[in-house]
Each structure stands twice: as structure tokens, then as C-alpha cells.
């Protein structure tokens, strides 16, 4: 389905084009933030922090901060800590899920041990709280802070609700917002808030629903996206019982029959990879992954929408490359 939800195909190098210096300065202060001084612990971080991933965040913050054409050194602090946030989340999130891979790597909790998982998760949890500090802005701590809270309820409210079929689209919209949005939208206000303060409300609520697309497109890509292109089989999420937004939607509409092969799946600890691909077929039959693409287009469209007002420039272009690619990631 090309194209079916961007306006325009965009790479992550386009969105990255106008913030590449900023960006070179994130990788440097991420690596000396690897460095705590003990030995076994050095080790962890630097094997989290000296190859880094495709900082969408850092990019998102420097973006917002260089909106009226005037970036500051204090926006590339607080692209960086942005990051630290959230590599210590996906290091939390892998302990608690039991997942042995990460970008194609083990991840922290394979490679060395869940406690020593948690310990580095907690490690960079509180390096980006001192980073953040140093800025001087009790303003740009409240963000931060509240963006890991938020991170952190939606973590508890996933583990809670994972495995239950009587998990609702309010449930997942929420699970969407505090997981995933909060911190997106975090990068862009704090972002706006050292460059661009006036900007600094339409860019949170851009973020938020930057941030909502991404996970809805996230959740569609097992259902859509090629095994040669992810690395993984379709169903991935089925496998796992994770009730997902195309599967929510299309239990509302599926029959009897269909019901019960979905229940069945999620009563079976470790499911068949033909009884997988026969609910994911259920769930696409269903109209469960075109109401899932609406949802997904219309958190696009709105936060393209926020940028309306914003100064005209190649950042507001970035960004709106940003949504593009975010939308896009299917193909």
C-alpha cells in the first residue's frame, strides 16, 4: 500500500537534514553520558549508548527548538536527555516483556541479567534527571518528569490489561497516550520551550498526535508490513496476546465463529503459526485494519494541523516530513 497514509513519501534522512550539526553533538553527549565512573556499569552503558538508534526524539526536539531559525545550545541538552528517557524506557520495557532482541542486538536483560536491566534503566532514568538540572528550569524538569510518570503508568496500565480480549478502544487510546505520546510530545514542547516558547503549546499537542500515529501505525505494520522488511512473521502481536487497535476494532464487527477463533488463540500459551495467520486473516477480513489506517490518518492530518501556525521554514517542513514518515513506515 504505498502511500496510503502519507501525503508524500519521506525519509528519516530528510527529516534529519536541517538538525545534522545538533544531531552530531546528541551522539557526542550521549556517549559521555555512558560513563558513571563504575566499571560494570560503563560496560551496559556504553553498549546502550555508543551505537544509537534513529533518534526520531533528539531529532524532533532540535527541530522544535531551531523553529524561528535561532537554535540553542540548551535544545541540544534536552534533545539528548530526551533520549536517555527513552532508551532507559525501552530498556525497562524489555525486562519487563522478557525480550531477548532489540535493534538487532540482545538486549540488556539477555546479554547480562534482568537486574542489571533494571539497574541501567534506573541509571539513565536519573543521568537524564541530572542532565536536565544542569539546564537550570524547573519548567523544562516538570515536563520531563511528567512524561516519565506518564511512561511509566502506561507501562503498569499495559501489563495489567495484556492478554484480556475485553480490552477497549479507550483502554488502548490511553495505553497509546501515556506509552508512547507522552514522551513525543515531551521532545517537541521542550524542544519549543528553549528556542521557540511561543510555539510551545501547538508543538506539545503536535507531538501527541505525532505520537498516537506512530504506535497506530506501529500495531498496523504486524498485520501489513512484509516479513522481509521487518525481520519478523506477520502476527507477532497475536503471538504475544497483545490486543492491538486493528484486532480491538475488529472484534466489534467479526461474528460468532470469528470470536471464538480469536479466543481460542489467546487461551493457547504458545499458539501455532497457523493459528495465528488464520486470526490475523479474521482480523483483516474484518475491517479491523482499514479502521485502524483511519485512525492513524486522522492523527496525521491533525498534527499537520497544529503546524499551520508555525513560522514557515525547512524545520516546519522537517516536521511535516516527520509526519510522512511516521505514517509511511508500513511500506
Same mark, same amino acid.
Given at each position: 500500500?504505498?502511500?496510503?497514509?502519507?501525503?508524500?513519501?519521506?525519509?528519516?534522512?530528510?527529516?534529519?537534514?536541517?538538525? %545534522?550539526?545538533? @544531531?552530531?553533538?546528541?551522539?557526542?553527549?550521549? *556517549?559521555?553520558?555512558?560513563?558513571?565512573?563504575?566499571?560494570?556499569? #560503563?560496560?551496559?552503558?556504553?553498549?546502550?549508548?555508543?551505537?544509537?538508534?534513529? @533518534?526520531? *526524539?533528539?531529532?524532533? +526536539? @532540535?527541530?522544535?527548538?531551531?523553529?524561528?531559525?535561532?537554535?540553542?545550545?540548551?535544545?541540544?541538552?534536552? +534533545?539528548?536527555?530526551?533520549?536517555?528517557?527513552?532508551?532507559?524506557?525501552?530498556?525497562?520495557?524489555?525486562?519487563? #516483556?522478557?525480550?531477548?532482541?532489540?535493534?538487532?542486538?540482545?538486549?540488556?536483560?539477555?546479554?547480562?541479567?534482568?537486574?542489571?536491566?533494571?539497574?541501567?534503566?534506573?541509571?539513565?532514568?536519573?543521568?537524564?534527571?541530572?542532565?536536565?538540572?544542569?539546564?537550570?528550569?524547573?519548567?523544562?524538569?516538570?515536563?520531563?518528569?511528567?512524561?516519565?510518570? !506518564? $511512561?511509566?503508568?502506561?507501562?503498569?496500565?499495559?501489563?495489567? &490489561?495484556?492478554?484480556?480480549?475485553?480490552?477497549?478502544?479507550? #483502554?488502548?487510546?490511553?495505553?497509546?497516550?501515556?506509552?508512547?505520546?507522552?514522551?513525543?510530545? +515531551?521532545?517537541?514542547?521542550?524542544?519549543? $520551550?528553549?528556542?521557540?516558547?511561543?510555539?510551545?503549546?501547538?508543538?506539545?499537542?503536535?507531538?501527541?498526535?505525532?505520537?498516537?500515529?506512530?504506535?497506530?501505525? #506501529?500495531?498496523?505494520?504486524?498485520?501489513?508490513?512484509?516479513?522481509?522488511?521487518?525481520?519478523?512473521?506477520?502476527?507477532?502481536?497475536?503471538?504475544?496476546?497483545? /490486543?492491538? @487497535?486493528?484486532?480491538?476494532?475488529?472484534?466489534?464487527?467479526?461474528?460468532?465463529?470469528?470470536?471464538?477463533?480469536?479466543?481460542?488463540?489467546?487461551?493457547?500459551?504458545?499458539?501455532?503459526?497457523?493459528?495465528?495467520?488464520?486470526?490475523?486473516?479474521?482480523? %483483516?477480513?474484518?475491517?479491523? /485494519?482499514?479502521?485502524?489506517?483511519?485512525? +492513524?490518518?486522522?492523527?496525521?492530518?491533525?498534527?499537520? !494541523?497544529? &503546524?499551520?501556525?508555525?513560522?514557515?521554514?525547512?524545520?516546519?517542513?522537517?516536521?511535516?516530513?516527520?509526519?510522512?514518515?511516521?505514517?509511511?513506515?508500513?511500506?
Amino acid at each position: 500500500m504505498p502511500g496510503f497514509l502519507a501525503a508524500t513519501a519521506a525519509t528519516l534522512d530528510e527529516v534529519r537534514r536541517p538538525v %545534522l550539526p545538533g @544531531l552530531s553533538e546528541v551522539d557526542a553527549q550521549l *556517549r559521555g553520558y555512558a560513563v558513571s565512573g563504575f566499571n560494570s556499569l #560503563d560496560e551496559v552503558g556504553g553498549y546502550l549508548l555508543s551505537r544509537t538508534g534513529k @533518534l526520531l *526524539r533528539p531529532t524532533l +526536539a @532540535l527541530l522544535a527548538d531551531g523553529l524561528t531559525g535561532r537554535p540553542t545550545s540548551d535544545g541540544t541538552r534536552v +534533545a539528548s536527555v530526551v533520549e536517555l528517557l527513552h532508551v532507559a524506557t525501552l530498556v525497562h520495557d524489555d525486562a519487563v #516483556d522478557h525480550s531477548v532482541r532489540r535493534r538487532g542486538r540482545p538486549t540488556v536483560n539477555a546479554q547480562w541479567s534482568h537486574q542489571v536491566a533494571i539497574i541501567a534503566g534506573d541509571y539513565l532514568y536519573s543521568r537524564a534527571v541530572i542532565e536536565a538540572a544542569t539546564l537550570g528550569r524547573l519548567d523544562i524538569i516538570e515536563v520531563l518528569a511528567s512524561a516519565a510518570n !506518564k $511512561m511509566t503508568i502506561g507501562e503498569m496500565r499495559q501489563l495489567v &490489561l495484556h492478554d484480556g480480549l475485553n480490552f477497549t478502544r479507550r #483502554d488502548y487510546d490511553r495505553l497509546c497516550e501515556f506509552k508512547t505520546a507522552s514522551l513525543m510530545s +515531551a521532545a517537541c514542547e521542550l524542544g519549543a $520551550m528553549t528556542g521557540a516558547p511561543e510555539y510551545r503549546e501547538a508543538m506539545a499537542e503536535f507531538g501527541v498526535h505525532l505520537g498516537m500515529a506512530f504506535q497506530v501505525v #506501529d500495531d498496523l505494520i504486524d498485520y501489513l508490513a512484509p516479513e522481509e522488511i521487518t525481520g519478523k512473521p506477520r502476527g507477532q502481536d497475536l503471538r504475544e496476546h497483545k /490486543v492491538t @487497535l486493528p484486532l480491538i476494532a475488529a472484534l466489534d464487527i467479526m461474528g460468532p465463529e470469528d470470536r471464538s477463533r480469536v479466543e481460542a488463540l489467546f487461551a493457547d500459551p504458545d499458539p501455532s503459526r497457523s493459528a495465528v495467520a488464520e486470526v490475523t486473516r479474521v482480523v %483483516l477480513d474484518s475491517g479491523g /485494519v482499514e479502521e485502524a489506517v483511519e485512525v +492513524a490518518r486522522e492523527h496525521a492530518d491533525k498534527a499537520r !494541523k497544529m &503546524l499551520d501556525g508555525v513560522p514557515h521554514g525547512e524545520n516546519a517542513n522537517a516536521l511535516r516530513e516527520a509526519v510522512d514518515y511516521v505514517v509511511d513506515r508500513i511500506n
